[in-house]
């Protein structure tokens, strides 16, 4: 569900040069994943912070997994759904 919320909040922010701005805001806040989460929510996009986190967690131990045994390590960043979403924002 969440990751279906990123992608269209992620679409639409694509086309939407306001939206893209009052995101990208967010991240200037004392509390930018609250506030983030909290803008989306406002928007009509449902994106909870522990949600958001438990994302990038749940990624991340599935590509590990599916190494068979040769991950044993996580890569950095790759668990932190947040940061990559921004990461695609910036980049469009």
């Known amino acids: 569900m969440i ?3 990123l ?3 992620l679409a639409d922010a694509k086309s939407d040069n306001s939206l893209k701005q009052q995101l990208l805001d ?3 806040s004392d509390n930018p994943v609250e506030d ?7 928007l009509g996009y449902e994106i909870r912070t522990g949600e958001l986190f438990a994302l990038g ?14 991950g044993v ?5 790759w668990d932190d759904a947040y940061e990559q ?7 469009t």
Do not use: H, M, Y
Request: charged share 20%; hydrophobic share 40%.
């Open 85 to 91: 979403f921004f990461t695609a924002l910036i980049w």
């Open 73 to 77: 390590s996580p890569i950095d960043g």
């Open 57 to 70: 967690l749940t990624e991340n131990d599935a590509k590990l997994r599916s190494v068979n045994g040769g």
């Open 36 to 42: 983030f989460c909290l803008l989306a929510q406002q």
């Open 3 to 5: 990751e279906q919320e």
């Open 7 to 9: 992608n269209r909040l």
């Open 26 to 28: 967010t991240r200037g």
